[in-house]
């Protein structure tokens, strides 16, 4: 059974009954793509580009249900200004969608309307539409042991990401000098990075990386100081925030600053986007 939910500020919020909340009759889960064609006659036709248009948006009820005989806190109406008072706090909304088992995507959204109704019985059902911001993602915690590359005396791992376009990528060193590159590539081609002019510091800190579409930073933050300082060169030709190619081994690479200590430890999380899930 597909389930639906949302995130406000990261915290969840289920639209499948648990809070007698249900979100139903949803559209606008699919995908919509506008080729361009040539005719070659003959019932024979080529694309000559794959533009898409953005993702639609997702459409449908929300019905509140009477939770308790204990008014007002159990009737449909409190429950919709609760929803309501979420919605305009929340700097960040995420709809989720579970189509099967586990698997859980999600999309950033702006609530676009909500249409309060009048109650019928116990129940208040609005209809509902929220206007993504991102295709549809799944974020995915991985564990990488980074190998000692003998040419430039760095560090290198070896990624094969997966969704419908380039996925983004997210890392945190802890413990480790400022690094000087931060390189991502595949056979033959080069996807971007940052690199840094010595800086004369080699005191340990925090190190992160972002390369997410609508969330891209390069910071180190000395422990010392708690600082942190801005990594990214947006020099013409510079691509400093790195997509990784779907079903590709992709190749990264990072070096630190001769005499600069090596991450004590390191988190990195990939990012994978969906047209349609």
Do not use: H
């Not at 109650?119 to 915690?141: E, I, Q, R």
């Not at 590709?248 to 999380?269: D, E, H, R, W």
Request: hydrophobic residues 35%; negative net charge.
């Amino acid at each position: 059974m597909r389930k639906f939910n949302l995130y406000f500020d990261d915290i969840k919020y289920t639209l499948n009954g648990e809070n007698n909340v249900w979100f139903t009759n949803p559209t606008g889960l699919g995908a919509d793509y506008s080729p361009s064609m040539v005719d070659l006659r003959n019932g024979f036709f080529k694309p000559i580009s794959t533009d898409i248009i953005p993702q639609n948006p997702i459409v449908g009820d929300i019905t509140f249900t009477r939770v308790t005989d204990v008014l007002p806190y159990g009737d449909a109406y409190a429950l919709y200004r609760d929803f309501a008072m979420r919605v305009s706090q929340a700097k960040k909304i995420e709809f989720a969608y579970q189509p099967y088992g586990t698997d859980e995507f999600r999309c950033e959204v702006k609530l676009e309307y909500i249409t309060k109704t009048e109650k019928s019985g116990n129940w208040l059902t609005c209809p509902v539409s929220f206007m993504p911001l991102t295709p549809w993602y799944k974020a995915v915690d991985v564990e990488v042991e980074f190998q000692t590359d003998e040419d430039s005396g760095g560090y290198f791992a070896e990624l094969i990401p997966q969704g419908d376009i380039p996925a983004a990528i997210e890392i945190e060193f802890d413990g480790c000098g400022m690094p000087s590159l931060l390189s991502v590539a595949i056979s033959g081609e080069y996807l971007g990075g940052i690199s840094v002019v010595y800086s004369g510091r080699n005191d340990p800190g925090v190190f992160k990386y972002s390369s997410k579409y609508n969330d891209s930073y390069a910071t180190f933050t000395p422990d010392a100081t708690g600082e942190p300082i801005d990594m990214v060169s947006l020099e013409p030709g510079e691509k400093p925030f790195a997509r990784l190619k779907p079903f590709t081994q992709n190749y990264i690479l990072i070096l630190f600053m001769n005499g600069a200590p090596v991450p004590t430890s390191n988190k990195m999380k990939l990012y994978y986007y969906y047209r349609s899930v």
